[in-house]
């Protein structure tokens, strides 16, 4: 029998899970990966000659990071592991790749798909300023380059990784000047008993804003209407809070709204899609046990909903043994089950986490019309309601067509949130009933080359 | 939920020559219901490459192309906006003697249908364009093409035809259409049924289906064009250019994306799904560095394409149906209808107002695969 071609792209938790777990039952298989080292964003290694110990770059995860970062370690003669790498298309079992190689056609026959999750943004008075980051731009530069994104630096926006990155910086002596939060006291305090879920993790954030407050910086829960001043950077940061309002001097600012999946390599397969109401974002469709409507592809990790770090290893694991039984193994019922009961304990406390740190979705019936909300093509938010109201753009591929929203860099990554929360408030629809954009190679830019690529077959 | 429309003339399909034809109907005084399946301009027209040529096409075609020209012109009168029209010129490129010689023969024959092309010679080539690579051995200009952006030409028509009183009806498919001794019922997904004396199929890639509920022999293949596009680049390509044989055109647009074309992507009408093809793309910008070397390393930021209807002698039907007279057809325009749109809209309103177009449209009969 022939050996089926087993594919993972993407190397952070879940990847790497699934990669080492394909291999430890004597699978051979290809680890496909953007980064140039394993761990993925949240366990993002330096570049080679920039280490640090892990407990200094990671903190309380240190040891989770170092799991990863060695998950391979033995197992290389199983995996080919492909690191700066970027799948810029998918169709049907044909991967086409970009990397140090060059361009090149990789044919699979089962694909686990851990593509990962970066930053939701929601634009705001100078969003585009240079020196405003997103916060897991800001925790990067932290990580990976051991440089902190300003001198006197804010952080905006909601969620768990609002007062970690805050903390993270303070920790590192970068000067905190202010933690606003955009979800209320009242709202994380409805919250808490659903945290409670998982008390460790619930912890830890008590612990970071401990820090936070122990150190005297500021944190100021419910905030709206945030605006950054400043002419070429930022000089600070403005707010309100109920009746009264807030202003404070700063040269960056890190802003996140929650982390939105990676999802366009799922949608170049063909995989369905549905709305997920909680997270207000189109996830690929999949089965309890990871798989996706195509049934040669699995999905594992944020790239399929938000779950965190913690469940992407699991659900990594999990994916790889619902593909070595689809292949016809012997896998480990007991371990399966264990790993379910895992996923399903995470599972209820990120409801609990969407409910304390809700997407503040309101915030785009107000932005100015002069504000831009693509930034690769310059479409501001009057471009967008011009186009809502004098080209009836009923669709967010139509509002695409007419304002070029989401057609240049990014392709939507970035702005699509943004664009598809205006168009329903605006036109007063349910934000799942405006459409999504469609997916179109590539995935990221690739350049204009002359070589035509041969096929492993 | 059953809803019942009678109408003067029922239009399946809302690309640029159904909302043309709507539109022009609408001032001619008939009573228009137009069914699109999605969302109108958002097929063929809306996908395309955005060639606004005459140059390179069928001598049959010259005429209706010559109508459709100083209609791209008047865009803000007639639908109230320029659809990003430009009059940049056409330029072919000769890549070889046999080329030059094709463009030569093709120019001799153009001027006998009133379009003045001018050639260019190995020197003169390179002192107006530089940019161009060395394989490039002469060309043939027409100064007075152009180029447009498609995503807004056709749901502008389609805008201007709501205004003028038709009735567009978009998200709606049709699943049948029959003659029933007088009228033409057409029944569309969700119970609507539309009663007309005339029905116009310019179902674009499905047309061929429609047509085939009618009796009417109509071999569409399927099209996908296969298009993608680079960041912005400082601007210099000055003309639309495409070369003999057709295998890559690109154009620059003035905010500096290089938007390029060529071979074939992946299509199905029964899914409703168009792919571009990564080995297309890449055949595409190797042939792309060899017309302007300047664009290697450029970074490709998109690629799409869609589903158009292709004939196998390459030229659109046009015209009645073999077995019902006020049966009208126009379809099959196989990659290259955007600039005869509104053109298209305007001969369909004269065969049903009038009998009869001025335009000279007899080659397209269907009759011919009969």
Redesign the interface.
């Given at each position: 029998m022939v050996e089926p071609r087993l594919v993972v792209i993407g190397a952070g938790p879940a990847g790497v899970r699934a990669a080492a777990t394909l291999a430890r039952a004597g699978r051979p298989v290809v680890l496909i990966d953007e980064n140039m080292r394993i761990g993925g964003q949240i366990y993002r290694q330096p570049p080679p000659g920039a280490e640090r110990p892990p407990e200094a770059l990671y903190g309380f995860e240190a040891a989770k990071a170092v799991s990863i970062h060695r998950a391979l370690d033995g197992l290389q003669d199983r995996i080919d592991y492909r690191p700066e790498t970027l799948v810029w298309?998918a169709?049907d079992r044909?991967l086409?790749l970009n990397g140090p190689r060059g361009?090149e056609?990789l044919v699979f026959d089962r694909l686990i798909l851990a593509t990962g999750a970066t930053d939701r943004s929601i634009p705001f008075p100078g969003w585009t300023l240079p020196g405003v980051f997103s916060l897991g731009g800001a925790q990067i530069a932290l990580k990976a380059q051991g440089c902190a994104i300003g001198r006197r630096v804010a952080f905006v926006g909601t969620g768990p990784l609002l007062p970690l990155v805050a903390y993270q910086y303070a920790k590192a002596g970068a000067e905190v000047v202010a933690v606003l939060d955009t979800s209320s006291f009242l709202t994380k305090l409805k919250a808490a008993p659903g945290l409670l879920t998982l008390p460790k993790l619930f912890a830890k954030g008590l612990y970071y804003l401990a820090q936070l407050k122990r150190r005297g910086i500021p944190i100021v829960e419910g905030v709206e209407g945030l605006a950054v001043e400043g002419a070429t950077a930022p000089q600070a940061i403005t707010w309100r809070h109920g009746t009264t309002g807030g202003r404070i001097e700063c040269d960056a600012v890190g802003a996140g709204f929650g982390l939105r999946s990676e999802t366009q390599l799922a949608d170049?397969l063909g995989c369905a899609f549905a709305f997920d109401d909680l997270t207000r974002q189109w996830l690929p469709v999949k089965d309890a046990e990871g798989r996706a409507s195509e049934r040669h592809l699995y999905l594992a990790g944020d790239g399929a909903g938000i779950a965190g770090a913690d469940a992407a290893e699991l659900a990594g694991e999990r994916v790889a043994l619902t593909l070595l039984g689809d292949l016809g193994s012997r896998v480990d019922a007991g371990r399966i089950a264990m790993l379910d009961r895992g996923l399903a304990r995470i599972q209820r406390f990120r409801r609990a986490i969407e409910a304390a740190f809700p997407f503040p979705h309101r915030f785009h019936a107000s932005i100015p019309d002069t504000l831009t909300i693509c930034r690769c093509e310059g479409v501001t938010a009057g471009d967008l309601r011009r186009q809502v109201d004098g080209?009836?753009a009923s669709?967010m591929?139509?509002l695409k067509?007419?304002s070029r929203l989401g057609?240049?860099?990014c392709?939507g990554r970035m702005c699509a949130s943004a664009g598809t929360e205006l168009l329903s408030h605006w036109r007063a629809a349910e934000v799942g009933a405006v459409g999504r954009l469609r997916g179109?190679?590539?995935v990221k830019?690739?350049?204009?080359?002359?070589?035509?690529?041969g096929t492993m077959a | 939920m059953s809803e019942r429309l009678t109408t003067d003339v029922a239009i399946i399909g809302g690309g640029t020559a159904g909302c043309a034809a709507a539109l022009a109907l609408r001032k001619r005084g008939l009573s228009v219901v137009l069914l699109d399946k999605g969302?109108c301009g958002?097929g063929a027209s809306?996908v395309n490459f955005g060639g606004v040529r005459r140059q390179g096409r069928s001598f049959a075609e010259l005429p209706l192309a010559a109508r459709a020209r100083p209609l791209w012109d008047r865009l803000p009168e007639l639908v109230g906006e320029d659809g990003e029209f430009k009059a940049t010129g056409h330029v072919k490129l000769a890549r070889s003697e046999a080329d030059m010689a094709t463009l030569e023969t093709y120019a001799q024959g153009a001027a006998e249908h009133g379009l003045d092309l001018k050639l260019i010679g190995p020197n003169a080539v390179r002192d107006a364009y530089p940019w161009l690579g060395p394989k490039v051995v002469g060309a043939s200009l027409c100064a007075d093409d152009g180029q447009a952006n498609p995503?807004?030409v056709g749901?502008a028509f389609a805008?201007a035809a709501r205004r003028a009183g038709a009735d567009i009806r978009e998200l709606t498919r049709v699943e049948s259409a029959s003659f029933g001794g007088e009228t033409f019922e057409t029944v569309a997904a969700g119970g609507l049924r539309v009663e007309s004396r005339w029905l116009i199929n310019v179902a674009g890639a499905w047309a061929g289906k429609v047509a085939e509920w009618f009796g009417d022999p109509a071999p569409v293949a399927t099209l996908a064009p296969n298009m993608a596009v680079?960041?912005p680049l400082p601007f210099f390509i000055s003309r639309s250019i495409g070369v003999c044989g057709g295998d890559v055109y690109v154009r620059q647009v003035d905010r500096g994306n290089v938007v390029f074309g060529g071979g074939a992507g992946?299509g199905d009408i029964d899914l409703d799904r168009a792919?571009?093809?990564?080995?297309t793309?890449?055949?595409a910008?190797?042939k792309?560095?060899d017309m302007i070397p300047a664009?290697?390393?450029?970074?490709?930021?998109?690629?799409?394409s869609g589903l158009d209807g292709e004939m196998p002698d390459h030229i659109p039907v046009i015209g009645p149906g073999l077995h019902h007279p006020r049966l009208l057809h126009a379809f099959g325009f196989s990659g290259h209808g955007f600039q005869l749109g509104p053109a298209v809209g305007e001969v369909l309103c004269e065969l049903i107002v009038d009998g009869e177009t001025s335009t000279d449209i007899k080659a397209f009969a269907i009759a011919r695969f009969q």
């Open positions: 298309n169709r044909v086409d361009t056609r170049l080209r009836e669709e591929n139509r067509a007419y057609m240049g860099r392709q179109q190679a590539p830019p690739i350049p204009v080359a002359e070589s035509s690529p | 969302f958002a809306g995503r807004l749901p805008r680079t960041e992946w792919r571009p093809l990564a080995p793309t890449e055949t910008m190797a792309l560095i664009l290697k390393g450029a970074m490709v930021i998109r690629s799409w």
